[in-house]
């Protein structure tokens, strides 16, 4: 089925400082094939990636071999591998706002790739060409060629970045996560862009990537890589119809559909492991239901299971049915309506809320024009927008960390549009009845504090509880949230990124809310965790009673959580209504676009 | 060395590697502070003692460091001299830190007209030459060595307080400041107990380096007769006192010289080490 491979690796090791990050990789690529590395953080992906350019970070070091076109890029001298790269395989990088020069034009970065061919030695020629590569990129202003890497969005210094990569026409191109940093829109966008150079050129690609959905809608074949291993190997339909390995499987079914609301999604239980910690065994083991004592007793090898499909699971014939059966179910599992109650009057209301920010040389920048929102009690609200459409500034300002510049906010009948006016008893009740949890599951908690510590002063400052009854309301919350109470002592830095986010939950519930506003809880875990936390957030508002207002870009996990829907788009709604209606039924062509944007 | 790959961090403590130069930094400091306490004890003759009949010898069995012009032991007198070496940049170090971490948290967590006030005074104090006004001040003023610590406290806090805003303004808008506003913590909970622990690090490295510069500008006060009273034992002193008896005994010379710059290098490459190993 293959014609000679454009690129052969065989047995990639990476290692640092004696660690080991991947265990003897295997990846091949035929000219013109689109291949997929899936794999969540710390699975090895991005540096398998740089292993094959060469460009590890000091420290890390790659053994095996890496066979592009006949040629052994290992034992390359320096000199002539970077003459490969570019020429014959390019790299594009993941975060479109560091990887342009910030001090050159971003015509120059296309300009500098053709310098060395002597047909562009004249100025016009060579002006003409950067012209015509921004062209293939979609980039048909001339102006922009002209234009700072600051002047550019993200999604157009991504067609920059990726039409310097192109310059020297390689025939390979690695792509490490082209689309994550950018907003829905774009990101579907540079992808389809992506495979249209890719198809026009004949071009092999290499697509590095933790979105599963992504990998099958743009990729010929998919490497799912797990803490430095392989687990499964085949082509994209095949995978996906039909996953041999229970990692793939459990990847696919803890992806929240975006089709339909299920009561509760199917999450990979546990974290994701380093490579180190799982040596020797199946490094899936650990959170595989189907785990016996011989997965643990030796590393699996990939095995070829049918014509092109390898599998790292010595299970498959034993659990293949179980696991059809699984897959079935989810599949077919009916869309759960969304209960509604409107007559009840709304427990957060924010009425033609205008927000102004001083922007540069005095500009006035507005983060929201007027924008009027209700969450009732009980009630989970989605409020989908992308970077810049207001949404943060939106959940901020109703939990008083901003005030807003004009209009009102009233939480549970009390007015909380400005907070530094409020009298006390009101201000310390707001504050008691609605609680924010962040994104950025790294940075939400205070480094220096341990999770007792955290917890015990959000239970202080609500008041609530007498000094004896903290350590029990501390080991409740930690059950609440599904962590251990030994989980008390530990700090930040020892959780995974999961855990810490738990411990975010349960320091805002710490004060009993009746509201939670959350700001994209979910978006930076891992696809294996994002289910676990959807799944605590639907407990916690059955056991609790909560109220959400679920800040996120991501029309799968708001369709999974949200009753209602309001699409924000430039600080204004631009839609409402029943999640069920505005997903099925969108009527703002900004809303089409966002559900558009969806890879299936 | 520690790698950080993906989001997976090393656990625990990162392993302590110390080079020879770092061992002998703190070695050194150790002497110091063994010196500046038990001086008294450590040293094999009083500092005060004259010996006019010998005058200034060079080193000898008797006088290892020999004599200088008084027929006083430059060992002892080096030896003792490390209370004042230790004791003044302690002060300075610890007192312009105090003074500036209050002043950075307000200023950085803040803002506004508090920020505005303080940060203008610290422009005004920066436009100021260090050495020059505390030559000024401690020669009109007088009052010797406290004066002079008592004016590097003043001159040392506004750099300082540069040091602790910066790093509370990269604090301020973590999400975990955020939480703790949103639970309605007060500013001033919020300042003690969630900024101060995470800029303290910086400020430990820093107060190390200001350690070994107000050394330096005590000594260099103490060598222009502004410092110390005249006949103390005191390195900068000490080398104003023995720079006449240079080629009769060099080694008066070069002792609390050496003394001093020792010093100052361990403490900064202490700073160094600290920093590197507090902040990452």
Redesign the interface.
């Known amino acids: 089925m293959m014609a000679a491979p454009l690129l052969t690796v065989r047995n990639l090791a990476i290692s ?2 004696g660690r080991a ?1 991947t265990t003897g990789t295997n990846l091949d690529i035929a000219r013109g094939e689109t291949i997929a590395i899936v794999g969540e ?3 090895g992906k ?2 398998t990636a740089k292993a094959i350019g060469r460009l590890l ?1 000091p ?2 070091s790659a053994r095996g071999s890496i066979v592009y076109n006949g040629i052994e890029l290992m034992t390359l001298p320096k000199r002539e591998m970077r003459q490969m790269r570019g020429r014959r395989l390019s790299l594009m990088l993941q975060d479109p706002f560091t990887m342009l020069n910030p001090l050159m034009k971003s015509g120059l970065h296309v300009a500098e790739m053709l310098r060395d061919r002597s047909e562009f030695r004249d100025r016009a020629a060579l002006k003409a060409e950067v012209a015509r590569r921004l062209g293939e990129v979609g980039i048909t202003d001339a102006d922009v060629a002209e234009r700072m890497p600051f002047q550019l969005s993200g999604g157009m210094s991504q067609r920059v970045a990726m039409a310097a990569a192109l310059a020297r026409d390689p025939e390979l191109l690695i792509a490490d996560e082209p689309s994550t940093a950018l907003d829905v829109t774009t990101q579907a966008e540079i992808i389809k862009l992506l495979k249209r150079v890719q198809q026009a050129r004949g071009m092999s690609l290499v697509l590095i990537t933790h979105n599963l959905r992504l990998a099958f809608s743009t990729c010929d074949r998919i490497y799912v890589l797990y803490a430095g291993s392989l687990l499964e190997v085949g082509s994209a339909r095949a995978v996906e119809e039909d996953p041999f390995h229970p990692y793939t499987l459990g990847l696919l079914l803890s992806e929240p559909p975006a089709d339909k609301r299920v009561p509760k999604l199917i999450a990979i239980r546990g974290k994701v492991p ?1 490579a180190d910690e799982v040596a020797g065994r199946c490094v899936f083991a650990d959170r595989c239901d189907w785990a016996e004592d011989e997965c643990r007793a030796a590393t699996p090898a990939l095995a070829e299971t049918s014509a092109g499909r390898f599998t790292a699971c010595i299970r498959r014939r034993q659990i293949a049915a179980e696991m059809r059966a699984l897959r079935g179910a989810a599949l077919e599992a009916e869309s759960a309506l969304a209960s509604l109650e409107p007559s009840i009057s709304p427990i957060v209301r924010a009425a033609n809320v205008v927000k102004n920010f001083a922007g540069r040389r005095g500009r006035v920048v507005q983060a929201l024009k007027g924008v009027s929102i209700e969450v009732r009690p009980g009630e989970s609200v989605g409020l989908v927008g992308e970077s810049g459409s207001g949404k943060t500034t939106l959940g ?1 300002t109703l ?3 901003e005030t807003p510049t004009s209009g009102g906010i009233e939480i549970a009948g009390i007015d909380a549009s400005n907070f530094a006016v409020m009298n006390a008893a009101d ?2 009740e707001t ?1 008691r009845t609605i ?2 949890v ?3 599951p ?8 341990s999770v007792r510590t955290s917890l015990r ?2 239970i202080r ?2 008041g609530r509880f007498s000094d004896q009854q903290v350590d029990a309301r501390i080991a409740e919350l930690l059950r609440e949230v599904g962590l251990p109470e030994s989980y008390a002592e530990r700090r930040p ?2 959780l995974s ?1 999961g855990e810490r986010q738990r411990v ?1 939950i349960a ?2 519930l ?2 009993n809310p009746k509201v939670l506003v959350c700001d994209e809880p979910v978006s930076a875990l891992d696809v294996s965790v994002q289910a676990q936390i959807l799944n605590l957030f639907k407990r916690l508002q059955q056991e609790l009673g909560l109220s959400y207002l679920f800040i996120t870009h991501d029309l799968a996990v708001v369709r999974q959580v949200a009753e209602r829907i309001y699409v924000l788009y430039l600080g204004e709604i631009v839609e409402q209504g029943p999640a069920e209606e505005v997903i099925g039924r969108p009527q703002h062509p900004y809303t089409k676009r966002l559900i558009d944007s969806i890879p299936r | 060395m520690s790698l950080h790959l993906d989001s997976a961090k090393p656990e625990g403590a990162p392993r302590a590697t110390m080079s020879v130069a770092m061992v002998l930094a703190f070695v050194v400091v150790a002497i110091v502070v063994i010196c500046a306490f038990f001086g008294a004890s450590i040293a094999p003759d009083s500092p005060f003692t004259q010996r006019l009949d010998i005058g200034d010898v060079p080193p000898s069995a008797q006088f290892l460091a020999g004599t200088d012009l008084l027929g006083r032991d430059v060992l002892s007198r080096v030896i003792h001299g490390a209370w004042t070496a230790l004791v003044g940049p302690v002060v300075v170090a610890a007192g312009a830190f105090s003074i500036a971490t209050v002043l950075g948290l307000l200023s950085g967590y803040l803002g506004g007209m508090v920020d505005s006030v303080i940060m203008r005074w610290v422009d005004f104090m920066l436009a100021l030459p260090t050495p020059l006004v505390a030559i000024v001040v401690v020669g009109v003023v007088g009052g010797g060595y406290w004066t002079a610590v008592f004016v590097l406290v003043i001159l040392f806090t506004a750099p300082d307080t540069r040091i602790v805003r910066s790093a509370v303004l990269e604090q301020r808008p973590r999400p975990y400041i955020d939480a703790a506003r949103a639970l309605g913590i007060s500013k001033t909970r919020i300042l003690v107990i969630h900024i101060l622990p995470n800029v303290l690090p910086i400020i430990l490295a820093y107060v190390v380096l200001d350690f070994a510069f107000a050394l330096v500008n005590l000594a260099g006060l103490s060598f222009l007769g502004l410092g110390v009273e005249p006949g103390t034992p005191d390195w900068g002193r000490l080398l104003f006192e023995n720079r006449t008896i240079l080629f009769t005994n060099p080694v008066a010379l070069l002792l609390p010289a050496g003394s001093v710059i020792l010093t100052a290098v361990s403490m900064n490459l202490i700073g160094d080490w600290l920093f590197a190993r507090l902040t990452r």
């Open positions: 640092a400082g990050i953080s710390g699975s991005s540096l970070p420290g890390v380093r901020r939990v008083g960390l201000r310390a504050r609680q924010m962040f994104q950025d790294y940075s939400t908690l205070n480094p220096r504090h002063e959000a400052t609500s830095a020892s990124g975010a320091r805002s710490s004060v």
